[in-house]
């Protein structure tokens, strides 16, 4: 029905920024449903933690460790959201997934997930 693509993971040094986008395919009427996008991240040995969320309306929501650093945005006429990640530091790496769901409570059972991009933080 829908289909994430992530890109825009890398490798940067502490302190630097990357830019990931998020971009839905597929479904027109799933794409409309699902109206809400969140970025995920997944350390080895650690449970995934939602990093970002942005609602259908524009509203954001950030984990306490990325707030202030990290911004989310959204271009609906491109089926894209970004994740402007600034002043990143090491305890940023990980896997990052997206996902895309009705609003953020949702179930799983009616979310998306992109495979992933590696952010990788170090000097």
């Known amino acids: 029905q829908v289909q994430l693509v992530e890109s825009g993971g890398g490798l940067v040094q502490p302190g630097g920024s990357l830019r990931l986008s998020c971009a839905a395919s597929?479904?027109?009427?799933?794409?409309?449903?699902?109206?809400?996008y969140g970025w995920y991240r997944q350390v080895p040995g650690k449970q995934r933690e939602l990093v970002a969320g942005?609602?259908?309306?524009?509203?954001?929501n950030y984990a306490d460790s990325v707030k202030g650093r990290f911004t989310l945005s959204r271009d609906d006429a491109k089926n894209t959201v970004y994740l402007q990640m600034n002043s990143l530091k090491p305890d940023d790496t990980a896997v990052y997934y997206c996902?895309?769901?009705?609003?953020?409570?949702?179930?799983?059972?009616?979310?998306?997930w992109g495979q992933g991009t590696q952010v990788t933080v170090s000097s």
């Open positions: 996902n895309k769901r009705p609003y953020r409570w949702a179930s799983e059972v009616n979310s998306y």
């Open positions: 597929g479904s027109i009427v799933s794409i409309s449903a699902l109206g809400w």
């Open positions: 942005i609602t259908s309306g524009g509203s954001t």
